[in-house]
């Protein structure tokens, strides 16, 4: 059987630190970083619970990818660059398979974006897992939801909806989508974006609760208002479709999962955003989001997915 330090040891434990700032990895009774002169250190975490986000029969693998990409999501949408998370489990039992999947999965992600594991914590209890992620930014550079500024263009990547079409289908709808399902499952954060988006977007969140919501978000943060474009929305085939059979065109809207970027530009940096990026609308002076249909304009009040409502 093996033990708290064992596990660690035999799963968690990388070589030696990818980040010159990482002085000290996991074995302490804490790790220590370095920031450099003239950098800022921005801190995130995200837990992860069974029942709640995942079920018990999720694929190790994928949830291991998963619980890292929502955290380097968060880092993305500051424009901040992934330096090291740390990672509490909390497990019913040792099962070494699915310790050995789910590390692979988190690992990874974290090679393929330099981030150092450097400490956590192990306990035993129902499902629940948890990554605190910190990043660099160069002072003052962070991407807020505090600053849109009425007239600023508004942008996200890649397509919306995909992992609501992903959920969909694994509740039943039937359909081959096969970028929907994988979009649910094993997002990928908008790093590289995030990055090219400093001193270029006024504002930036990463959707993780619906584009209505998190917009809404910046919105209120920012002590303004939008009109968001329908028919300008990045739809692929396969959420069209879905909209056609079902009806329902506020999937894309409200779903959340995507972990795409949405961010405010001024007009004057609007030539340097990135290419995977599509303008949606605009950043009014009136309060709330407004959506644009062919024809006429719809208020919208959906919310999007909150805990505890
Ligand atoms: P302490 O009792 O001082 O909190 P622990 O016994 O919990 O230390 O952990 C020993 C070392 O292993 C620490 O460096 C801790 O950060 C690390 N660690 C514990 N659990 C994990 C985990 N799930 N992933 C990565 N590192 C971990
Ligand atoms: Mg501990």
Known sequence: MLTEFSLIDKFFKQSTPQNSETRLGIGDDC????IPNGYELAVTTDTMVEGVHFFADANPAQLGHKLLAVNLSDL???GAKPLAVTLALTLPRIDEIWLSEFSEGFLKLARRYNVDLI????TKGTLILTVQAMGLVPNGQAL???TAQVGDIIYMTGLLGEAGLG???KQGYECHAA????????PMPRIETGLALRSVASACIDIS????????HILKQSGVGACVDFDKLPLSDDVKSYIENTGDEFM???AGDDYELCFTVPPKFVHRVPENCTAIGIIEKESGLRLKKPGHIETFTAKGYEHFS
């Open 209 to 216: 609760d619906g584009l209505v919501g998190d917009l809404g």
């Open 144 to 146: 807020k939801r505090s």
């Open 119 to 122: 400490g956590g914590d192990t």
């Open 252 to 254: 894309p809207l409200v």
């Open 167 to 169: 959920l969909k289908i």
């Open 76 to 78: 993305a949408a500051m």
């Open 179 to 186: 970028n929907a399902v994988a979009r649910f499952h094993e």
């Open 31 to 34: 790790a220590l970083l370095s």
